[in-house]
T-cell receptor
């Protein structure tokens, strides 16, 4: 079974609007971390935001926020006030706190911001 | 701001040749990783390294692969005899350690390897 599922291969959003990128995960571990990374066309992987499974509040980092719904096992990324520079691939990843440090990535969502 | 660096940015090699990909992790980080991303696919974990030894590896990381920290700053991935299917972007990452929760892995810009 997929541990991280990103069901939107591609998304379009108008500049200055908000967009939500979906991520669902599957784990039986009570302790885990969820991460979002951005990959522009140049190829590098840029860390955006982190949510721990025991965190009471949704994580926020500037224009990025994470809509964490633990019971639904979802960790959607919300980008507010989209900018042209937000056009990129976005990957959701999970680390299960079982002594393993490996990140498991989803297949990604390609976001295109339109002027 | 400190960052992970990788060299070369691109490498073209012939099938069967050995390649060494180099990384300089963030200086105070203790854990180092290699991931790969075949074109158009998801990022896959290869190996993690701590205290001068492999702490975890995936099934992809077979005997063709090895990692080394030859000095205090570099971290290398060696592929002994490259195959066509080794063509991918290889990412190095590092994290602070040893605390676990919330520990973020910071990625380098990647080395794009093409095996002909």
């Amino acid at each position: 079974a997929q541990k991280i599922t990103q069901t939107q291969p591609g998304m379009f959003v108008q500049e200055k609007e908000a967009v939500t990128l979906d991520c669902t995960y599957d784990t039986s571990d009570p302790s885990y971390g969820l991460f979002w990374y951005k990959q522009p066309s140049s190829g590098e992987m840029i860390f955006l935001i982190y949510q721990g499974s025991y965190d009471q509040q949704n994580a926020t980092e500037g224009r990025y926020s994470l809509n964490f719904q633990k019971a639904r096992k979802s960790a959607n990324l919300v980008i507010s006030a989209s900018q042209l520079g937000d056009s990129a691939m976005y990957f959701c990843a999970m680390r299960e706190d079982t002594g393993r440090r490996a990140l498991t990535f989803g297949s990604g969502t390609r976001l295109q911001v339109q002027p | 701001e400190p960052e992970v660096t990788q060299t070369p940015s691109h490498q073209v090699t012939q099938m069967g040749q050995e390649v060494i990909l180099r990384c300089v992790p963030i200086s105070n980080h203790l854990y180092f990783y290699w991931y790969r991303q075949i074109l158009g696919q998801k990022v896959e974990f290869l190996v993690s390294f701590y205290n001068n030894e492999i702490s975890e590896k995936s099934e992809i990381f077979d005997d063709q692969f090895s990692v080394e920290r030859p000095d205090g700053s570099n971290f290398t991935l060696k592929i002994r005899s490259t195959k066509l299917e080794d063509s991918a972007m290889y990412f190095c990452a590092s994290s602070e350690g040893p605390r676990f929760s919330g520990e973020t892995q910071y990625f380098g810009p990647g080395t794009r390897l093409l095996v002909l």
